[in-house]
């Protein structure tokens, strides 16, 4: 069983930066993918970024390619969401997820096994 913790959500204006951090627990943490999704009020949750348990490939959504970096550090067992440029429409609970996935190297974006609590994202226009 994977625990995992987010952090560094919070308020900020468009234009601005935030990272979000993911701890994870309990389990092989460079074995599996992690992904970050979002959810806005009134909307389904939305694939954003995944990094290969090998972080040899990343995906992005075409909403935030150029502005955001997915990045994971093995040996803190985290993965980041670096979030630049940061719009409006940003604004959404962010949620990270993990998924055992070494057949390939290249990352799924869903069906993800094991999700956080979310963290807040609100951008002020």
């Known amino acids: 069983q994977v625990q995992l913790v987010e952090s560094g959500g919070g308020l900020v204006q468009a234009g601005g930066s935030l990272r979000l951090s993911c701890a994870a627990s309990?389990?092989?943490?460079?074995?599996?993918?992690m992904g970050w999704f979002r959810q806005a009020p009134g909307k389904e949750r939305e694939f954003v970024a995944a990094?290969?348990?090998?972080?040899?490939?990343?995906l992005y959504a075409d909403s935030v390619k150029g502005r955001f970096t997915i990045s994971r550090d093995d040996a803190k067992s985290t993965v980041y969401l670096q979030m630049n440029s940061l719009k409006p429409e940003d604004t959404a609970v962010y949620y990270c997820?993990?998924?055992?996935?070494?057949?390939?190297?290249?990352?799924?974006?869903?069906?993800?096994?094991?999700w956080g609590q979310g963290t807040q994202v609100t951008v002020s226009s």
């Open positions: 997820a993990a998924k055992w996935w070494v057949v390939t190297d290249t990352p799924p974006t869903v069906r993800y096994t094991y």
């Open positions: 990094v290969s348990w090998s972080a040899g490939n990343t």
């Open positions: 309990g389990g092989t943490f460079s074995r599996y993918a």
